[in-house]
Structures are given as C-alpha cells and as structure tokens.
C-alpha cells in the first residue's frame, strides 16, 4: 500500500492530493464575508421557500420588506409597544408582553450585506432591490419607533472636523 501511495502523489491523482499540503485552498473568508453568504443563502431560501416560488430575477423591494418582517419572529429587541407602561422607558423595572423584534442596527447591517452581495452575485445596482428607497424608509421607521420605545431619541453621528485642517485654512487668510 505504500509503494500506491507514493505512486499517486506522483501521478497527481485525488487521493494523494488528499494528502498533500493545502496550497490550493483559498484562505478562509473573514467574518463579514462568511456573514455575507450566510445572509445571501438565508434571503434566497426565503425566496424559495415563498409560494409561489419568486425567482432571484423577479424579486424586488416588497419581497425584502417581507423578508425583514419575518425576520423579527427571531429577534431579541424587547420593543414596548404604545399603550406599554414602559413605552419610552430605557430601563424598565419589570417584564411585559411586548414582543421582540429584531434591533434596528442588526436589520441596517444586514440590508447592507445582501446589498452588496447581490451586486457580487451578477445584480445590476439599479436594479438592486436592497438599495430601495422603500427599504431605507423601512430602516428609518424602525430605528425611530425603536428609539421611542426606548425613550432614547436617535442622534446622527456628526462628522469630526479636523482642526489642523481649519487652522491651516485661516492662516492661509492671514498671510496676504
């Protein structure tokens, strides 16, 4: 048996490739890229799953709003509700019924990875149905009812000036 192994390494056949050091695998895929194709392959399962089955050329933003829906029956986010004694409470002291939904950053996140991984999988980027004006109304109308909820109001991050830059700027002013 060892006088075979040696002959298929050298015959290049499956079996001694089995054996030989891993030149040819690509390096693993980082966490987002492997996060990308799980979403990519979820979203696609969900289309399949639909009755009638919707076909990847045929789907289109009313279909990811639908997926987004669905995907709150698996969220972790406690979203009171507006008759809620706790609406607009960050802490509340106790539990109720309001159900969870998937948090505002978790669906944003993932509207950007199918985003981008339906472009990579052939998809014009006019007709990319995550890129949807409806799909951004969507995301905004969740982060601010979350952010109700919570009584937290939603602030837009603002962009840092650089002050060198600014300073430059004025000295350049000063010197004519």
Request: proline share 9%; glycine share 8%; charged share 25%.
């Amino acid at each position: 048996m060892s006088s075979n192994k040696g002959k298929d390494v050298a015959e290049g056949s499956s079996r001694g490739a089995a054996m030989a050091p891993d030149q040819q695998n690509p390096p693993p895929l980082s966490r987002y890229e492997s996060q990308k194709r799980r979403d990519w392959n979820t979203f696609g399962q969900y289309l399949r799953n639909q009755r009638p089955p919707v076909a990847l050329s045929q789907c289109n933003a009313n279909h990811v709003l639908e997926f987004l829906r669905y995907l709150d029956q698996f969220g972790k986010t406690k979203v009171h509700l507006q008759g809620c004694v706790f609406f607009g409470q960050p802490e509340p002291p106790g539990p109720c019924t309001c159900p969870l939904k998937q948090a505002w950053g978790s669906l944003d996140a993932l509207i950007g990875r199918l985003r981008a991984a339906y472009e990579e999988n052939g998809g014009l980027p006019e007709t990319n149905p995550f890129a949807s004006g409806a799909i951004r109304l969507y995301l905004r109308e969740v982060r601010d009812s979350q952010a109700k909820a919570r009584g937290i109001p939603y602030k837009k991050k603002k962009k840092k000036r650089n002050p060198m830059k600014a300073n430059d700027e004025s000295s350049s002013f000063h010197m004519q």
